[in-house]
């Protein structure tokens, strides 16, 4: 059980003045919620079903909701949680309250890696942002998902999903076809004379998390929106920060192995032509592994918890064994950004966990190494035995990739916002 204590000891501060105020869904292990409140949002209620991640909420930054309560009055506050199914959460009391409604969609109906039933999967909870979105009309919303939404197979329903958020007051009727419902969404987006407040202007990316920085191959996609009287139709994603051109432009001039100070036996240069060399683009480079394990204060190698657990100063840092290699499961190579990290419900497959070592033997990633690739801090505690912790890592939203779309969404809704610096 965690305690007020434990809270206490790691609750982040943000250091940007309070903005505006969130609703948090689908909260998982706090990557965007954690992003959105170092953004300057905050958080008046937070929403998560499983009970391993609202105990890592708990033991970081979160509270139980007490409606009777006075809670979340500053941004550095703790984040009300409430522990349970979103279908039972009246949002009502929250309207005119809330600047944005952010969350990672559950992934499972549309991953490459499940079962692919999509809208006919009682997990889609798509319908549940929507009903969130007419009882608090926010000004704006942050929506995050697997990159299989945009399957060819899913792509009517993917359409469906953004006319429904341009146009959410247009509620489904019980027992109505989705199909029926984006027919009559598509006639009503048609009208010019509606209330603008309850239209949306939605826009869509698809995004690779290690052109930001994260240093991870992880594709996903946001839906962003604003409420039409805002007049940010058109908005656009962040321009990429970190190109892979510059990540191999450094290995073959031999910057990026005297920056690690890798030995010259354990070096390669990648083939690239003169013209890919002088073309690349004058940005970072794109984030490795190594990069991740050896950033300030550089991680080391895992000790064995019931061996030297004293001597472990990071959390969750400890080895486990039996990591093999054979088709289809290759490791991480330590020069190049990891590969996804996946929540793994009915086993990761791939390798995306293991990682090669420079002297070529092979491990088992860590909580910790897999949580700094996932851009958590260090003192982020993970609730929950080993294959928890790295559901709930795989779940996330790396908290980089989060603070480049939190901060673009802060920054477009300022001039819509009073400040609450003095508050």
């Known amino acids: 059980m965690f305690t007020k204590a434990a809270i206490q000891t790691t609750l982040p501060v943000s250091s940007q003045p309070e903005l505006g105020t969130s609703i948090e869904l689908f909260t998982g292990g706090g990557g965007l919620a954690l992003a959105m409140h170092d953004a300057g949002f905050r958080h008046l209620i937070a929403v998560?079903?499983?009970?391993?991640?609202?105990?890592?909420?708990?033991?970081?930054?979160?509270?139980?909701?007490?409606?009777?309560?006075?809670?979340?009055?500053?941004?550095?506050?703790?984040?009300?949680?409430?522990?349970?199914?979103?279908?039972?959460?009246?949002?009502?009391?929250?309207?005119?309250?809330?600047?944005?409604?952010?969350?990672?969609?559950?992934?499972?109906?549309?991953?490459?890696?499940?079962?692919?039933?999509?809208?006919?999967?009682?997990?889609?909870?798509?319908?549940?942002?929507?009903?969130?979105?007419?009882?608090?009309?926010?000004?704006?919303?942050?929506?995050?998902?697997?990159?299989?939404?945009?399957?060819?197979?899913?792509?009517?329903?993917?359409?469906?999903?953004?006319?429904?958020?341009?146009?959410?007051?247009?509620?489904?009727?019980?027992?109505?076809?989705?199909?029926?419902?984006?027919?009559?969404?598509?006639?009503?987006?048609?009208?010019?004379?509606?209330?603008?407040?309850?239209?949306?202007?939605?826009?869509?990316?698809?995004?690779?998390?290690?052109?930001?920085?994260?240093?991870?191959?992880?594709?996903?996609?946001f839906v962003v929106a604003f409420r039409r009287d805002l007049g940010l139709k058109g908005w656009q994603f962040p321009a990429t920060t970190h190109s892979e051109s510059a990540l191999l432009r450094a290995q073959v001039n031999g910057e990026y192995w005297d920056e690690h100070k890798v030995f010259k036996k354990n070096r390669y240069t990648p083939e690239l032509s003169a013209q890919v060399l002088e073309e690349a683009e004058n940005i970072p480079r794109w984030r490795t592994l190594r990069d991740a394990l050896t950033k300030q204060p550089e991680l080391g190698e895992p000790v064995y918890e019931k061996i030297e657990h004293e001597e472990n100063r990071f959390l969750h840092h400890y080895a486990w064994p039996g990591a093999r290699e054979y088709p289809g499961h290759t490791p991480n190579l330590l020069d190049r950004p990891a590969k996804t990290i996946k929540a793994g419900v009915h086993g990761v497959p791939g390798g995306e966990t293991v990682l090669r070592k420079p002297d070529g033997s092979i491990r088992y990633m860590t909580v910790r190494e897999a949580a700094r690739v996932m851009t958590f801090p260090d003192n982020w505690e993970i609730a929950g035995p080993r294959g928890e912790k790295m559901r709930q890592l795989g779940n996330a939203v790396p908290v980089e990739l989060g603070h480049v779309a939190a901060n673009a969404v802060a920054e477009s809704l300022k001039p819509h916002l009073r400040s609450r610096a003095a508050s």
């Open 48 to 221: 998560e079903s499983d009970r391993r991640a609202c105990a890592t909420l708990r033991a970081n930054v979160a509270e139980p909701f007490d409606p009777g309560s006075r809670q979340a009055q500053a941004l550095n506050s703790y984040w009300p949680l409430i522990e349970g199914d979103i279908h039972e959460v009246d949002f009502t009391r929250w309207r005119g309250e809330v600047d944005v409604v952010a969350g990672g969609v559950p992934c499972q109906p549309w991953s490459l890696g499940g079962a692919h039933k999509g809208y006919d999967d009682k997990r889609n909870l798509w319908p549940e942002l929507f009903r969130v979105v007419r009882e608090t009309r926010p000004r704006a919303v942050v929506a995050e998902n697997v990159k299989g939404l945009l399957r060819p197979s899913f792509k009517p329903y993917y359409d469906y999903i953004l006319n429904e958020l341009r146009a959410p007051f247009e509620k489904r009727i019980e027992g109505e076809d989705w199909r029926d419902h984006d027919k009559r969404l598509r006639e009503a987006l048609a009208k010019d004379n509606v209330d603008p407040t309850e239209r949306y202007d939605v826009e869509p990316f698809l995004v690779n998390a290690a052109d930001y920085g994260v240093p991870q191959i992880r594709w996903r996609v």
